[in-house]
């Protein structure tokens, strides 16, 4: 009888601890498999968003987001001066995706990149050759050093392969992949840009000889009220890996154009005495950004604007999102 009771009570307590552990189970199979949905959610969106698939020193990627948040919000035709790796460009495309954009950069490997991109014989054979280049660092020598592209595609590979694949941009030695694959990445994201090119005019010209406000035809009548400039000259002061630098007489030079096309204009530049006494001289709003860092240097990055920036609160992307 007493073994009985024994036996009772262990079953009874059993049961009374199964319902904790029940509901703990519970809790850990709802976290898990909530946490599994973000993942892939996450993933769904990064993987339609356009992203830059150039890697170079100055790259505004990652402040993109934070630059737009002082834009306008009535912005029709965006036009990009120094479009660089087309960081900001893309994120103006990701937030608003019918907008015609124009783009221009004066770095011939640049326009040549994207005038292919725009070719469909001309993009499959640089995505072929990109396919079948090894990623070695024998190879990247010869690229830096002793090789002489016969053509434009083998000017663009090498100009893709000098740049995305150097350590941090800069195109002094080839990147030691850790935990991904630069050549995959680079594959990817130029199968994902190539949908989005319909919306993009580029141009390789001089920006002091580019006429503001953009003329359009009478079939596509875009406002000149609704034109925007953005301009990510090379910052003055500052070393860096172009072509063509910018000087402190050539940034009073672009703004001094820029307020006679009587567009709305934003700037993007360190703080520094320099900026804020331009900025003073020609009566522009001065807007602190946020601080990089660079190379072991701190830098604030600011934006020179020629109207009162309205900072703009960002919308957190839903789920039904990718589905409009």
């Given at each position: 009888?007493?073994?009985?009771?024994?036996?009772?009570?262990?079953?009874?307590?059993?049961?009374?601890?199964?319902?904790?552990?029940?509901?703990?189970?519970?809790?850990?199979?709802?976290?898990?498999?909530?946490?599994?949905?973000?993942?892939?959610?996450?993933?769904?969106?990064?993987?339609?968003?356009?992203?830059?698939?150039?890697?170079?020193?100055?790259?505004?990627?990652?402040?993109?987001?934070?630059?737009?948040?002082?834009?306008?919000?009535?912005?029709?035709?965006?036009?990009?001066?120094?479009?660089?790796?087309?960081?900001?460009?893309?994120?103006?495309?990701?937030?608003?995706?019918?907008?015609?954009?124009?783009?221009?950069?004066?770095?011939?490997?640049?326009?040549?990149?994207?005038?292919?991109?725009?070719?469909?014989?001309?993009?499959?054979?640089?995505?072929?050759?990109?396919?079948?280049?090894?990623?070695?660092?024998?190879?990247?020598?010869?690229?830096?050093?002793?090789?002489?592209?016969?053509?434009?595609?083998?000017?663009?590979?090498?100009?893709?392969?000098?740049?995305?694949?150097?350590?941090?941009?800069?195109?002094?030695?080839?990147?030691?992949?850790?935990?991904?694959?630069?050549?995959?990445?680079?594959?990817?994201?130029?199968?994902?840009?190539?949908?989005?090119?319909?919306?993009?005019?580029?141009?390789?010209?001089?920006?002091?000889?580019?006429?503001?406000?953009?003329?359009?035809?009478?079939?596509?009548?875009?406002?000149?009220?609704?034109?925007?400039?953005?301009?990510?000259?090379?910052?003055?002061?500052?070393?860096?890996?172009?072509?063509?630098?910018?000087?402190?007489?050539?940034?009073?030079?672009?703004?001094?154009?820029l307020i006679a096309s009587e567009l709305r204009f934003a700037i993007s530049e360190f703080k520094s005495e320099i900026t804020e006494q331009i900025?003073?001289?020609?009566?522009?709003?001065?807007?602190?950004?946020?601080?990089?860092?660079?190379?072991?240097?701190?830098?604030?990055?600011?934006?020179?604007?020629?109207?009162?920036?309205?900072?703009?609160?960002?919308?957190?992307?839903?789920?039904?999102?990718?589905?409009?």
């Amino acid at each position: 009888m007493q073994f009985i009771l024994i036996t009772y009570n262990v079953k009874h307590n059993r049961s009374k601890k199964s319902e904790p552990q029940k509901l703990i189970f519970r809790t850990m199979f709802i976290s898990l498999f909530y946490c599994r949905f973000m993942q892939c959610y996450v993933h769904f969106f990064n993987y339609h968003l356009i992203k830059t698939m150039l890697r170079r020193i100055g790259n505004k990627k990652k402040i993109a987001s934070e630059i737009i948040k002082y834009f306008p919000k009535d912005i029709t035709v965006f036009i990009d001066l120094f479009f660089g790796t087309g960081a900001m460009t893309w994120e103006m495309l990701n937030k608003y995706p019918k907008l015609y954009c124009f783009a221009n950069d004066l770095d011939n490997d640049i326009s040549n990149l994207w005038y292919i991109m725009q070719n469909e014989r001309d993009f499959n054979q640089l995505y072929e050759a990109i396919e079948l280049c090894p990623y070695h660092a024998d190879i990247y020598k010869y690229f830096k050093n002793d090789y002489l592209p016969k053509n434009n595609i083998e000017q663009a590979l090498q100009f893709l392969y000098l740049s995305n694949y150097s350590l941090f941009g800069f195109k002094s030695e080839l990147r030691q992949v850790a935990y991904n694959n630069s050549k995959e990445i680079l594959i990817n994201e130029m199968k994902n840009i190539l949908k989005y090119l319909s919306n993009v005019k580029f141009e390789n010209k001089d920006v002091f000889k580019i006429q503001i406000p953009l003329s359009f035809p009478e079939n596509r009548p875009l406002q000149k009220y609704g034109q925007f400039v953005y301009c990510d000259p090379p910052y003055i002061a500052t070393a860096d890996n172009y072509q063509n630098s910018f000087t402190e007489e050539q940034n009073r030079k672009l703004i001094e154009k820029l307020i006679a096309s009587e567009l709305r204009f934003a700037i993007s530049e360190f703080k520094s005495e320099i900026t804020e006494q331009i900025a003073k001289d020609y009566n522009l709003y001065y807007t602190e950004i946020k601080e990089r860092r660079n190379h072991k240097k701190r830098s604030t990055e600011i934006l020179m604007t020629n109207y009162k920036p309205d900072y703009q609160k960002q919308i957190k992307r839903t789920l039904w999102d990718g589905f409009n």
